[in-house]
């Protein structure tokens, strides 16, 4: 699943999903029509966009009038919201290593034994990409 930041659409849409579970392009557009004016061709890349992502999983049904995709969310929003925040914070101890640890103990008052975390977090990262 890519956990890169949602455009301010692909949030809209994803918060559909995560109050509704399930939804095709009729229904997210009918939703989101409520609030603002978004065109349905806008939606349906959207939707594709978020379904090649891994945010969305998605079936084709046949109904009236021909076949139809029907998304449906890949894991909750409390799910996704974890997988940011740890390839956040895995990303800045990536690129700026102890500096990070030095910034997240002091403006967080970590203890001891979270910083010794962070450092250990940060050495399974770089042996990962050794």
């Known amino acids: 699943m890519n956990t890169e930041k949602l455009g301010p659409l692909e949030q809209i849409i994803m918060n559909v999903f995560w109050e509704k579970k399930h939804a095709d392009a009729r229904d997210v557009f009918a939703e989101l029509n409520k609030k603002k004016k978004v065109a349905y061709t806008t ?3 959207t939707l594709t966009r978020l379904h090649k ?8 049904i046949k109904g009236r009038g021909g076949y139809r995709y029907v998304y449906t969310i890949s894991e909750s929003k409390p799910k996704y919201i974890d997988k940011v925040i740890s390839s956040t914070i895995d990303n800045l101890l990536m690129q700026f290593g102890n500096r990070t640890i030095s910034y997240f103990s002091k403006s967080l008052n970590l203890s ?3 910083v010794d975390k962070l450092r250990a977090r940060l050495k399974e990262l770089e042996r990962s990409h050794e």
């Open 112 to 114: 001891e034994e979270d």
């Open 43 to 45: 939606i349906n890349t």
């Open 53 to 60: 992502k891994g945010l969305l999983n998605r079936e084709l």
